[in-house]
C-alpha cells in the first residue's frame, strides 16, 4: 500500500518495508509469533499476533493506535468494512470490532477454533471454523444466518463471486455454496485435504 510492503514474522515482528529498496521504515515488536496478514484501511495497518492481540498501527510510523485482546493466538487475517474490522482468533470466536478505537462491538463464539479468515459481501460475514462448519453471520450484529457443515475442519478462507461462496475444507473437498441460504451447489473431493485459500478469474475457481 502507498509504495510500502507490510508483513508479520515469526520474530515477533511487523514490518514495514520501501516497496522498491527493501529498506526497513519501521518495526513494531509484538508479543508472539506473527502469523496474520496485515490489512491497511485508511493509513492505519490492522494485523493479528500469536500473542492473542489484534493490533492497529500507524501505517507510516509503526505507532501502535490501539490493540484488542483476544483469548488466544490470532492467526485469522482481518477483513475491514464501514468502519469495522473483522478478525477469527484461535479462542474459537470471530470478532467485530471498531476500527477507529478497537472497541469490540460483538463476538460469535464457534465450537472450534478460527485460523480462516473472514470475507465480507453485501452486509453478510463468511468464514471458515475448525469445528468443520462454514458460518455467515449479520455483519452489523453478529447473528448466524446459515452454517454449513463439511467434514472435517475448515482453515481455508472464502472467495465471494456472483453470490456463490467458494472454500476448501480438510475434508478433501471445495465447495461453492449460495451465499444466501448455504445450500450446496457443487463439491469438488481431492485426495487430501485444503488449507489454502481459492482464487477466482474468469470464471475459474484455482485452489491448491
Given at each position: 500500500?502507498?509504495?510500502i510492503?507490510?508483513?508479520?514474522?515469526?520474530?515477533?515482528?511487523?514490518?514495514?518495508?520501501?516497496?522498491?529498496?527493501?529498506?526497513k521504515?519501521w518495526?513494531y515488536?509484538?508479543g508472539s509469533?506473527?502469523?496474520?496478514?496485515?490489512?491497511?484501511?485508511?493509513?492505519?495497518?490492522?494485523?493479528?499476533?500469536?500473542?492473542?492481540n489484534?493490533?492497529?498501527?500507524?501505517a507510516?510510523?509503526?505507532?501502535?493506535?490501539?490493540?484488542?485482546?483476544?483469548?488466544?493466538?490470532?492467526?485469522s487475517?482481518?477483513?475491514?468494512?464501514?468502519?469495522?474490522?473483522?478478525?477469527?482468533?484461535v479462542?474459537?470466536n470471530i470478532?467485530?470490532?471498531?476500527?477507529?478505537?478497537?472497541?469490540k462491538?460483538w463476538n460469535?463464539?464457534t465450537?472450534?477454533?478460527?485460523?480462516?479468515s473472514?470475507?465480507i459481501?453485501?452486509?453478510?460475514i463468511?468464514?471458515?471454523?475448525?469445528?468443520k462448519?462454514v458460518?455467515a453471520?449479520?455483519?452489523?450484529?453478529?447473528?448466524?444466518l446459515?452454517n454449513?457443515?463439511?467434514?472435517?475442519?475448515?482453515?481455508?478462507?472464502?472467495?465471494?463471486?456472483?453470490n456463490?461462496?467458494?472454500?476448501?475444507s480438510n475434508d478433501?473437498?471445495?465447495?461453492?455454496?449460495?451465499?444466501?441460504t448455504?445450500?450446496?451447489?457443487?463439491?469438488y473431493?481431492?485426495?487430501?485435504?485444503?488449507?489454502?485459500?481459492?482464487a477466482?478469474?474468469n470464471?475459474?475457481?484455482?485452489?491448491?
Amino acid at each position: 500500500a502507498e509504495g510500502i510492503v507490510y508483513v508479520g514474522s515469526e520474530d515477533n515482528n511487523i514490518y514495514a518495508l520501501n516497496a522498491t529498496n527493501g529498506e526497513k521504515i519501521w518495526n513494531y515488536v509484538t508479543g508472539s509469533d506473527v502469523h496474520s496478514s496485515p490489512a491497511i484501511t485508511n493509513g492505519i495497518v490492522y494485523i493479528g499476533s500469536d500473542d492473542n492481540n489484534i493490533y492497529a498501527l500507524n501505517a507510516t510510523t509503526g505507532v501502535k493506535i490501539w490493540n484488542y485482546t483476544t483469548g488466544h493466538n490470532v492467526w485469522s487475517s482481518p477483513a475491514i468494512s464501514n468502519g469495522v474490522v473483522y478478525v477469527g482468533s484461535v479462542d474459537s470466536n470471530i470478532y467485530a470490532l471498531n476500527a477507529t478505537t478497537g472497541e469490540k462491538i460483538w463476538n460469535y463464539a464457534t465450537g472450534h477454533y478460527i485460523t480462516s479468515s473472514p470475507a465480507i459481501s453485501n452486509g453478510i460475514i463468511y468464514v471458515g471454523s475448525q469445528d468443520k462448519n462454514v458460518y455467515a453471520l449479520n455483519a452489523t450484529t453478529g447473528v448466524k444466518l446459515w452454517n454449513y457443515t463439511t467434514g472435517w475442519l475448515v482453515m481455508s478462507s472464502t472467495v465471494i463471486a456472483n453470490n456463490i461462496i467458494y472454500i476448501g475444507s480438510n475434508d478433501g473437498n471445495v465447495y461453492a455454496l449460495n451465499a444466501t441460504t448455504g445450500e450446496k451447489i457443487w463439491d469438488y473431493a481431492a485426495e487430501y485435504g485444503f488449507y489454502s485459500s481459492p482464487a477466482i478469474a474468469n470464471g475459474v475457481v484455482y485452489i491448491g
